[in-house]
């Protein structure tokens, strides 16, 4: 414009504006960041000791992009407030449908996928299982989470040689009738700690929201031939959805094991929901929504979150569980980053 004869003066016209602060009320506390020297916890910090984010969404905030990021954890709680307008879903599937809209073998993973299920892989301590009247049944309590229910794993070992097999069963009520239920053979059951998986005898749908027992019993009574039940037991009730309880014959009442949960795994299922919090927390961190006056501001605000299940209650991922490379091509092409 400049060459053109008929132009005696031109300069660019630059685009102005202010910084992008968001309004999210626990931005003030993210001093890594945006450190102005404000004091946190008592604990005055340092002036620009942080990563110039605040500089770097000027940069950013009007390209458009909106990146897909999977975040393979314990989970994310789908209806959280500052991440439940950024979560990805899938448009190749119909929700609620239960058929596999895209052809890829995971039938209605419209939100994402869980292969960990409902399950809680921490243990440190063997329950005596069948020992006498009082150690004949326990049961774990869990949460629906909108899918079916199809099988059950527990961790096992017996001592000497029980005769008496154990039913594993899930009710809808501690003291009900079975929905569904499996049954282990003394054979199936190896003296070292195992675990023991059974498919149940039909599919149970579980609600979402609603509280389900899954219920572990024998009739073996003896001293020298009985099964141990593994459990985590009086450190920290790491599943959020429920908690183990035992039987007291004596009293003809289950007694509620408030720091504990029985080791427990449960069939993969489409719903990859959080029943631990670490997913949800990491998820925040990647792209909580910002901007929307709610919790915090994410290290990417204009992201989507695809939530996948590896992690199980206790936060754990068991080394012996090969999710990792299925986990993988799950994500290929579908997201920016996993």
């Known amino acids: 414009m400049r060459r053109r004869p008929e132009v005696a003066f031109a300069e660019p016209d630059y685009l102005h504006r202010a910084i992008y602060t968001p309004d999210d ?22 002036p620009d000791a942080d990563i110039d984010v605040v500089e770097a969404w000027d940069l950013v905030s009007d390209l458009g992009n909106s990146p897909t990021v999977a975040v393979i954890d314990t989970g994310v709680d789908l209806d959280h407030p500052d991440l439940v307008n950024v979560l990805w ?23 994402g996928w869980n292969w960990a299920g409902t399950s809680n892989f921490y243990y440190n301590n063997p329950w005596h299982l069948g020992l006498d009247g009082d150690s004949q049944i326990y049961a774990q309590s869990i949460t629906g989470r909108g899918c079916d229910l199809t099988s059950v ?13 154990i039913d594993v ?21 190896s003296s070292t700690e195992q675990e023991v998986t059974k498919d149940h005898s039909g599919a149970v749908s579980l609600v979402e929201g609603n509280t389900y027992y899954l219920v572990v019993g024998t009739s073996q009574s003896d001293a020298s031939n009985h099964y141990h ?12 959805g429920g908690c183990e309880r035992g039987y007291d014959s004596s009293t003809s009442s289950w007694i509620n094991h408030i720091e504990g949960d029985l080791y427990f795994h449960t ?23 910002t901007d929307n006056s709610v919790g915090v501001a994410g290290t990417c605000p204009w992201v989507e979150i695809m939530p996948l299940g590896q992690g199980t209650a206790a936060g754990t991922w068991p080394p012996w569980k090969s999710w990792r490379p299925s986990t993988m091509r799950w994500t290929t092409g579908r997201t920016s980053s996993a």
Not at 169 to 189: C, W
């Open 169 to 189: 069963s899930v009710r809808a009520d501690l003291n009900g009738a079975d929905l569904a239920s499996a049954v282990i053979q003394p054979s199936e059951v």
């Open 89 to 111: 879903t899938n448009a190749g599937e119909t929700p609620g449908n239960w058929t596999d809209g895209d052809g890829n073998g995971y039938v209605d993973d419209s939100r």
């Open 25 to 46: 009320p626990g931005f003030v506390d993210q001093w890594g960041f945006q450190d102005t020297g404000q004091v946190i916890q008592g604990s005055p910090g340092v």
């Open 267 to 289: 069939n993969a299922n489409r719903n990859p929901r959080d029943d631990n919090g670490h997913g949800t927390h990491c998820a925040g961190i990647v792209g909580a929504e």
């Open 153 to 165: 794993g527990i961790m096992l070992s017996k001592a000497g040689a029980p005769t008496q097999p």
């Open 229 to 240: 039940l593994n459990d985590n037991r009086n450190t920290y009730d790491y599943c959020v």
